[in-house]
């Protein structure tokens, strides 16, 4: 990084974002020759005994934005994003799972298509094996009915159910089902640090054993001298040459403080919302619907899955602390192979009272403790498909919008149906659900979507925007289909194959 004066900084690539995409593609460049900058808004999460409060995290809401964010009736809400180094990894919950082979072909569903991918499985079926091996996968080859091949096993064995939980396989099993070992991203190698607490899905980990990309990605990079980063450095604005198809700086605000980057290549990986934000906000002349937004697209398509927490509850205590070790995808295709299928099951990290608070909270504490006690607890996912009417966009005071509508929501009750029966058939005779809202953006995507054509999507095939020579979106944003699986090791694969394939000039 050089200064050219005090208020210009000089650099070859600039990243906007240090989170799964951005930070990943840092690594990916490093000791390449090129300087890399990392421009990042938050700071470091502080290692503080509130990281392990659920009251803090859950109903505090401790480390998310407070920025203000508008449904489309113009209601306030606050989404699940957090400004830090490492992005929303910080408090992911690690299920690192890959998409199966037909996610990145066409399928119908009745609701409407899930795009084919300007790029297959096979192709990136190299980038998830190093993705795995950077993140620290465990899982068990061949048990996931659903997976595509894989060149080489998971790095490290799955993580063990506990007694309950191997209790509640055991009877899937019995039950015809194929449940299988959530694949992980936490430390469990030999001198790892994981210590296997309740305080991992959702929460950051205080001692770094989660593989987050402060951990494995962004701060590994920085150990080479090509590559350093900019901490409280708020994106604001990327400004282009008069013919507008290249930029030529990107204003930063520091604590109030207006600073220019000056680089070659201009990388946005601000997470699928802030990136197309950004974009809509650096309209100009020559871009009037926003930066790199000749298809119309940026912003729109907005994805998040269709969600849902169920809780199976049974007479006696489960006393499992580490429950995020089990999967289904017996019903990822539907139940008669129809082409999208119902989604993905995984487990929650074990639930507790406090939680639960954050949810319900005229309900009695007493209450809550006794039910999470009891509780078996469970993610639902089914895939959304893009709708251009679900949309990013900015209000005339240039806060951000998000309009969304669900869709496929009918196959996701026959996944909450199915999951219940289950779970019933397992010795769990109550069973407690609660639908995700607008806020739960963790799987936010599809923004700015990639493929072969400038008319129907904003990148090519490489996450460089059709419009703008030097301008990269490297996060979330590029998923032309949202899969019914975690996105985080999808992002983290694509940012190895364009660090690795782009030519950044
Ligand atoms: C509670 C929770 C649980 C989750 N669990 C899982 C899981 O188990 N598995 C999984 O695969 N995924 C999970 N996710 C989703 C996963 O974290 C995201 O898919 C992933 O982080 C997306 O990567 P990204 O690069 O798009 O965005 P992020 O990782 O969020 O990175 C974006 C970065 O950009 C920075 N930024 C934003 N705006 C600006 C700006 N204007 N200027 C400078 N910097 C800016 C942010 O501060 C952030 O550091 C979860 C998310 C949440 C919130």
């Not at 070992?181 to 770094?208: A, M, S």
């Not at 604005?237 to 700086?249: A, E, F, K, S, Y």
């Not at 099951?345 to 319900?360: N, P, R, T």
């Amino acid at each position: 990084m050089n200064q050219l004066d005090a208020s210009t900084i000089t650099t070859d690539i600039a990243i906007i974002g240090s989170g799964m995409g951005g930070g990943t593609l840092a690594w990916a460049l490093r000791n390449r020759g090129a300087k890399v900058l990392i421009v990042e808004r938050g700071g470091y999460l502080p290692r503080e005994p509130q990281n392990w409060s659920p009251r803090e995290i859950f109903v505090a809401k401790r480390y998310r934005t407070t920025d203000p964010y508008l449904d489309g009736a113009g209601r306030p809400f606050r989404p699940s994003i957090y400004h830090v180094v490492g992005g929303c990894t910080k408090v992911y919950g690690a299920a690192l799972p890959r998409f199966r082979r037909e996610d990145f072909e066409l399928l119908e569903s009745e609701d409407g298509i899930s795009p084919a991918w300007p790029v297959g499985y096979d192709e990136l079926e190299p980038y998830y094996a190093e993705a795995e091996r950077l993140f620290r996968v465990h899982g068990t080859a061949g048990s996931d009915p659903v997976e595509g091949a894989r060149s080489t096993p998971f790095p490290w064995p799955a993580v063990p159910h506990e007694p309950v939980i191997a209790e509640v396989a055991d009877s899937f099993a019995r039950q015809g089902l194929r449940p299988f070992p959530l694949p992980l991203g936490i430390d469990l190698r030999e001198g790892g640090t994981c210590i296997r607490c309740k305080t991992c899905d959702g929460f950051p980990c205080q001692v770094l054993a989660k593989s987050d990309a402060e951990v494995c990605v962004t701060t590994p990079a920085l150990e080479s001298p090509d590559v350093s980063m900019l901490t409280g450095a708020r994106a604001v604005v990327l400004r282009t040459d008069p013919t507008g198809r290249r930029v030529t700086g990107l204003d930063i605000d520091m604590n109030g403080t207006r600073r220019t980057v000056v680089a070659s290549t201009y990388v946005v990986a601000a997470g699928a919302i802030n990136s197309a934000a950004l974009l809509l906000r650096s309209a100009s002349d020559r871009h009037p619907n926003g930066l790199a937004n000749s298809s119309g697209l940026v912003g729109r398509n907005y994805m998040a899955h269709v969600n849902s927490a169920l809780m199976a509850i049974r007479p006696t205590v489960n006393g499992t602390v580490f429950q995020k070790t089990l999967a289904l995808n017996d019903w990822y295709f539907g139940e008669s192979n129809a082409r999208v299928g119902m989604g993905h099951a995984q487990l929650l990290g074990k639930l507790q009272a406090e939680m639960l608070q954050g949810s319900v909270p005229w309900a009695p504490k007493r209450a809550l403790s006794e039910i999470a006690g009891r509780s078996v607890d469970w993610y639902l996912m089914t895939e959304d498909l893009p709708d251009p009417e679900n949309r990013v966009s900015l209000d005339s005071a240039g806060r951000v919008v998000v309009m969304f509508k669900a869709n496929n929501e009918k196959l996701h009750r026959r996944l909450v149906r199915s999951m219940a029966t289950a779970m019933r058939r397992a010795g769990y005779p109550m069973i407690q659900t609660r639908r995700f809202g607008l806020d739960a953006t963790a799987h936010q995507c599809g923004t700015a979507k990639f493929g072969d054509d400038p008319a129907t999507s904003v990148l090519d095939p490489l996450c460089r925007t059709h419009d703008v020579a030097n301008l990269f979106v490297m996060d979330a944003s590029f998923l032309p289909s949202s899969s019914a699986q975690n996105p985080a090791l999808t992002v983290a694969a694509q940012a190895l194959r364009v660090g690795e394939r782009a030519a950044f000039n």
